[in-house]
């Protein structure tokens, strides 16, 4: 069977139209693209990482590499498993400052004028080769279908149709910043023709040519060999190499960043598609085995990479063909033309001229027209420069290595992101040394040998054989030399150098637990929002000035005739993130920076601004009236409660300038509220300096009873923190709340230590007994000692003595060390061994408990089971948890003790067979003076007393019922060192 290829072309080119088609629709019609925010639609629309290396490549693939071909979708799978910890503060990270390719990402955390460059020109040299693996791909399946050689026209006619296909669907109109909801509708279509032709195909096969899976079964058992040859590769190693390149392409290949943040339309929709995604992708790879088996079988003469249309070919069924055709079609277009567009804004803002935006610019220039010819002139390079590459590289059998090389180059992406997102000291130096050296290491490992098989450089010697590496696979071997002096190097240079101001700015607002960037200081110098406009119309043009101006009001729901400095500071922002997704964002920092300066070029402080405007309020008479005087009373009835309050009260900005600092804060501390308000938090004397940075930067959010030492004595306070967000839930400042506690922790302690001397006296009738039975023995002893001449009888007697003094003493020592325990406020916390304080407090409770009572452990001779904490309250503890367990058990009764070591904590679980506890008691089990037993049997003080204590060690105590009876009380505190 041979088919035209005018037919082939013709075919082509109808679905590409048909593609058009549904990204019109979608475009004009906003019912049909609101099926573009769908998450279905949008875990369709990431299938285009199903290029046609997936369709075409993955059978040539498994050939050579067995089962190691899973490895694609297995690191794809692994990097959609780590969601909530990667994509998901990228996709807020973009969203946010409005990201829209890899450049302006890195470009925005590593504030050079060489970074986006950089990054644009290394993911258009690696991407290069899967563009040409795209053409290659359609070049060579139509060979198949025609049984000759197609020419080059066929190639360069497909890549000039991707072309103007890729213009027209992202390249009609500037719009970078708005979604293309006809794109994602199209993408997700395509990767449902994807679907439906591997997985028809694939049924077709495997009844013509096996006539069932049974009939595929015993082939494959007459044929072991077939089975052998896709695990040997497996267990020869190379498995992990090609993980951590799927990993990396699964969402920095540019095609992959595009739809997952770029025109993600809603948030939300990642979540389905954090599995929905690997789930297609499982589709699309379980097959391939069947097609592989079924092409053997048929005994098909031809590359295996295009197995699938041979087997077409074989059933000699036209519309079979075309149907695996336009499915080869769909997965190389689709690539091609988001691949394209991503890299087209890269080059239009990073590697053109349109950048300069100089000042001499026509009056009729119009900065969105300059972009839209620079995208559409871009387009047209990159496709071009594809094909060329598809012509010196037609002798490159694999259609895997080409796309490997692609993923080996996104991969020297990953320490950079790895800073980005996690380590905030990371360096510009740092990331261009590792990236450069990368690059290099990319290019010696796999460029040079491609050029080599190619014959553009032929002779060039093995680069594993010049390190004596001949051991490793081509692609373990490329991926650990030039990722690792990647790291190396990046993680070295940041180190030995120091982030500026602005990479310090970005740090915060990439890194995780903080999610806004501090804010420029100081406040516009342009009196309102024409002057604003008025500025950057030098640099955009009047009319791009207008619109981005008016795009700012609106998203912020200003009005234009706002002269509100804070809104007008809040307006230059929204600016330079709105200009950022349309020139990226070293530009647009530029523009604002140089057209909408600050007063005093940027040296006054929020905090500064703000205490300036309270002094106007304060010490000027302003004529207000009606609705601004009653604002005013109001102001002033609010600052009046914050300054009263007996906690100290104190607001910071974002960037950690004091806003608020109450009298109670000023009287704790020693610094009068005026000093404090404007300043840097950094600037306060020792020990708040520290102590609150220290609290700033820690996950926690409350502080119970920390103590502090200061000129008149040590302090215990709680601490407090909480967020304030703007209408945009971004985090604009910080109130901290500090209570001094000293004399409530001072009365608990004293109730405590009451509650130790009612337990000791508890003890001491016990004590009296246990002593007596050994003082008896002793007589009886010593009454016998003079009756005796052997010696070995006298040193026997005497050995039994000194034992029954022994155990007298351990009854007495117990009682005393108890009795001598020290107190919270003032007990320093070890690492303790909560087996040993269980046992004592077992000890102590039988000497004035009930003797009818057993006591069962578990789990106390677990390694590494330490607490920190303080030895004599945590036996107090365990001793009031043990009596309130024996005061509630019946006769005869069990009480079970456990511990066990859990996520950094110990749990410890007390246990007794008793009624329960009623359930309206439950919520006031821990309140002071509060009993359920009888009048004169209970304080009320045993459980609140450990409540306090288990606090103050940073730990809980929660008590609820056995569904089979009795009450069990869990506590947990903090795991000490476990060695």
């Known amino acids: 069977m041979t088919l035209s290829l005018g037919l082939i072309y013709a075919v082509g080119v109808a679905y590409l139209a048909i593609l058009f088609g549904i990204a019109f629709v979608a475009d004009r019609s906003s019912r049909v693209g609101r099926l573009a925010a769908s998450p279905w639609v949008f875990s369709l629309s990431l299938g285009v990482y199903a290029t046609s290396w997936t369709f075409y490549g993955n059978i040539g693939f498994l050939a050579e590499q067995g089962y190691l071909y899973l490895t694609i979708y297995l690191g794809v799978t692994l990097a959609f498993a780590a969601t909530p910890w990667l994509l998901r503060p990228l996709l807020r990270l973009t969203r946010e400052h409005q990201l829209t390719s890899l450049a302006d990402l890195f470009a925005f955390r590593y504030r050079s004028r060489l970074t986006g460059p950089v990054v644009a020109l290394f993911m258009l040299a690696g991407v290069l080769p899967y563009i040409a693996l795209q053409i290659k791909a359609v070049t060579e399946s139509a060979a198949v279908l ?17 072309a103007a296909f890729a213009i027209l669907f992202g390249a009609r109109h500037i719009a970078p910043r708005e979604k293309h909801a006809g794109l994602v509708l199209a993408i997700a279509f395509e990767s449902l023709i994807k679907l439906i032709a591997i997985l028809g195909i694939a049924g077709v096969a495997l009844f013509a040519v096996f006539g069932g899976p049974a009939g595929l079964n015993e082939w494959l058992d007459a044929n072991p060999g077939a089975t052998e040859a896709l695990y040997a590769p497996v267990r020869e190693g190379g498995w992990f190499a090609m993980m951590v390149l799927a990993f990396a392409a699964a969402f920095l290949l540019p095609r992959q960043f595009h739809m997952l943040f770029t025109e993600n339309i809603d948030p939300r929709a990642l979540n389905r598609a954090a599995w929905a995604f690997p789930a297609f992708l499982l589709l699309l790879n379980l097959p391939m085995p069947v097609l592989y088996w079924a092409g053997e079988a048929a005994g098909l003469a031809i590359d295996p990479n295009y197995y699938a249309i041979g087997i077409a070919g074989w059933l000699d069924s036209a519309t079979l063909a075309l149907l695996v055709f336009i499915g080869g079609v769909s997965a190389a277009s689709a690539m091609m033309i988001v691949t394209t567009l991503a890299l087209a804004h890269m080059g239009t803002n990073y590697l053109t001229p349109i950048g300069r935006l100089q000042e001499d610019d026509a009056p009729g220039s119009n900065l969105y027209r300059r972009l839209l010819w620079a995208r559409r002139t871009w387009v047209v390079l990159i496709i071009g420069l594809g094909y060329a590459f598809y012509g010196v590289l037609q002798v490159v059998e694999g259609l895997a290595e080409l796309g490997l090389i692609s993923f080996a180059a996104v991969a020297q992406l990953l320490p950079g992101l790895a800073g980005l997102l996690f380590w905030n000291r990371a360096t510009r130096f740092g990331f261009l040394a590792g990236l450069g050296a990368g690059i290099l290491g990319w290019m010696f490992t796999l460029v040079l040998p491609l050029l080599d098989t190619a014959g553009i450089l032929p002779g060039l010697p093995d680069p594993r054989n010049w390190l004596q590496a001949g051991h490793l696979d081509p692609w373990t071997f490329a991926l650990t030399l030039s990722l690792g002096v990647n790291a190396l190097l990046f993680v070295a240079v940041s180190l030995l150098t120091r982030p500026n101001p602005e990479e310090r700015e970005a740090g915060r607002a990439c890194c995780p637990g903080d999610a806004t960037a501090g804010t420029a200081g100081g406040l516009p110098l342009a009196g309102d929002v024409g002057e604003m406009e008025t500025a950057l119309a030098a640099t955009l043009g009047p009319g791009p000035a207008h619109h981005e101006v008016q795009r700012a009001l609106d998203e912020l729901g200003l009005p234009r005739h706002t002269r509100s400095r804070s809104d007008l500071r809040r307006l230059r922002e929204r600016i330079e993130r709105n200009l950022s997704g349309l020139l990226g964002p070293v530009l647009a920092r530029m523009i604002v920076d140089q057209h909408l300066r600050l007063d005093a070029a940027g040296r006054h402080t929020l905090g500064e601004s703000l205490r300036r405007v309270e002094e106007q309020l304060e010490t000027r008479a302003l004529p207000l009236s009606g609705l601004a005087a009653e604002l ?25 300038e004091i806003t608020g600092w109450n009298q109670a804060l000023g009287q704790l501390t020693g610094i009068p509220p005026d000093t404090a308000t404007g300043q840097p938090l950094d600037s306060l004397p020792r020990p708040w300096r520290g102590l609150l940075t220290a609290f700033i930067e820690s996950p926690d959010r409350q502080w119970y009873k920390l103590h502090l030492e200061l000129e008149d004595g ?21 109130i901290i709340l500090i209570e001094d506690v000293t004399d409530r922790a001072q009365l608990e302690a004293e109730i405590a230590h009451s509650d130790r001397l009612a337990s000791i006296g508890r003890f001491a009738a016990g004590v009296a007994h246990e002593i007596g039975n050994p003082l008896t023995g002793i007589a009886s002893l010593a009454q016998t000692l003079p009756l005796e001449d052997d010696p070995d009888e006298i040193r ?36 303790l061994d909560p087996a040993e304080l269980i046992h004592e407090a077992i000890r102590l409770t039988r000497l004035a408990g009930r003797k009818d009572l057993h006591f069962v452990t578990s789990g106390l001779d677990a390694p590494g089971l330490q607490v920190r904490g303080a030895r004599g309250p945590l036996l107090q503890v365990f001793i009031n948890l043990l009596t309130n367990a024996e005061q509630a058990s019946p006769e005869g009764a069990t009480v079970r003790v456990g511990a066990e070591r859990r996520d950094g904590r110990v749990r410890v679980v007390v246990e007794d067979e008793g009624t329960g506890i009623e359930p309206d008691s439950l919520d006031r089990l821990f309140e002071p003076f509060f009993t359920t037993k009888p009048t004169g049997q209970g304080t009320g003080l045993g459980l609140p007393v450990a409540y306090s204590i288990v606090q103050d060690h940073g730990g809980t105590l929660t008590a609820s019922n056995r569904p089979e009876g009795g009450a069990r009380f869990l506590l947990t505190l903090p795991g000490g060192d476990p060695s």
Do not use: C, W, Y
Request: charged share 25%.
């Open 796 to 831: 026997a007697i005497a050995d039994d003595v000194l034992a029954q003094t022994r155990r007298i003493n351990d009854i007495v020592q117990s009682l005393i060390t108890f009795a001598h325990a020290e107190e919270p406020a003032g007990s320093r916390f070890e690492d």
């Open 146 to 162: 025609t049984a000759e050689t197609p020419p080059h026209l066929l190639a360069l006619a497909f890549s000039v149709t991707i």
């Open 632 to 656: 005013d009373a109001l102001r002033r009835f609010h600052r009046q409660i914050l300054h009263e309050l007996p906690l100290g009260v104190a607001s910071l900005t974002a960037s950690g």
């Open 714 to 734: 040590g302090r215990r306070l709680n601490l407090h923190k909480s967020d304030l967000l703007d209408s945009e839930g971004r985090r604009e400042g910080r």
